[in-house]
């Protein structure tokens, strides 16, 4: 997690090196934005089309907040005379964090492959690759440099030897990963995947030059299950696990979910209360409701990492908006028989 002792001299320290897996986006309802994770895991629902919104606030009561938001859209599309379909979809983000105003934007396209493997159920073995540019900048103005400061206090009069070549930094970034989801015969819906960003282990130009080969690889192995408990509950669990460059990452929980009013036709509007562990980090409660083709969460994490001794246990709140639908168009997922789902 990020310190504050000194906040500036740490956020040089990630443009000189990103090395660690905090330098990920990461969201507490990571369920939610599928191509953040794995863009093996993009097309995994119920329709056609589906666009996720996410944005985050944290560490308000530490320092500069560091705010994070994200847009997946993922448009489903049958292909061939079988069951087979593939996914279009484009993770967008944007992060900005600290006093220095660091600022970081990527738009990853992604293509997905879902061949089908069964006549009689929902079984996918799904491949999909995403690339595209990323950006970062930050305000140098705002640099505060160890040899400024004078008797232990700044001094913004002194210059610095410190070389700064550029406020900005851009490189091209690469993942894939595979899927297998299936359904059960209790309309228990499932699926595992295995993932890896930064393939091409790309160069990142920092402050003082370039840096090769320092934003590591990342393994990624996902799992999710939704199943049915009782005439109205559901039971939805996720987790993820990622290592980086030594570096390891837990994020685990579920949720469970009421059917609060059923329809006729469509689908029942459900509330959903669970909680999520970000594993020596934070406990993160959530709550869910969702509306038909639209779904709203809202989560807060509570830190219980050593930084909690500054933060007084508050981590940040976050907020998640999800939209899915059948398109009223000729070559749509709902004429097939089946389609994957989750």
């Known amino acids: 997690m990020k310190r504050i002792v000194p906040t500036t001299l740490l956020l040089i320290s990630f443009l000189g090196a990103c090395t660690t897996y905090a330098q990920d986006y990461t969201f507490s309802q990571f369920y939610e934005q599928p191509l953040l994770r794995n863009p093996a895991l993009a097309g995994l629902f119920t329709g056609d089309l589906r666009v996720s919104m996410s944005y985050r606030d944290q560490w308000g009561s530490v320092t500069v907040p560091f705010r994070t938001g994200s847009l997946n859209i993922e448009h489903k599309i049958p292909v061939g005379s079988a069951h087979d379909l593939i996914t279009i979809a484009s993770q967008m983000s944007m992060d900005a964090a600290g006093d220095i105003r660091l600022k970081r934007t990527q738009i990853l396209p992604s293509l997905s492959f879902h061949k089908s493997l069964s006549a009689d159920n929902d079984t996918y073995l799904t491949a999909a690759f995403q690339g595209g540019p990323v950006n970062s900048q930050f305000d140098a103005t705002q640099l505060k440099m160890g040899d400024q400061f004078r008797g232990g206090s700044f001094d913004p009069s002194n210059p610095t030897a410190q070389p700064i070549t550029s406020n900005k930094y851009s490189y091209w970034d690469v993942n894939a990963g595979l899927s297998f989801s299936s359904s059960l015969k209790n309309k228990t819906n499932f699926y595992i995947a295995v993932g890896m960003s930064h393939i091409t282990t790309p160069t990142i130009r920092s402050v003082t030059g370039d840096v090769p080969g320092f934003l590591r690889p990342k393994i990624i192995l996902n799992a999710g299950i939704n199943a049915p408990s009782?005439?109205?509950?559901?039971?939805?669990?996720?987790?993820?696990?990622?290592?980086?460059?030594?570096n390891r990452q837990l994020l685990s929980g579920l949720m469970y979910g009421i059917n609060v009013v059923e329809y006729d036709n469509g689908d029942p509007d459900i509330f959903y209360v669970g909680a999520f562990m970000r594993w020596g980090d934070a406990l993160i409660p959530v709550v869910k409701m969702g509306f038909n083709h639209v779904s709203v969460g809202l989560s807060y994490d509570i830190n219980i990492s050593k930084l909690k001794v500054v933060s007084n246990w508050r981590g940040g709140l976050e907020l998640s908006i999800v939209y899915r639908d059948f398109l009223k168009i000729r070559n749509s997922t709902l004429d097939k028989l089946r389609c994957t789902k989750f």
């Open 230 to 246: 009782g005439e109205r509950g559901h039971i939805t669990a996720f987790t993820d696990f990622m290592v980086q460059n030594g």
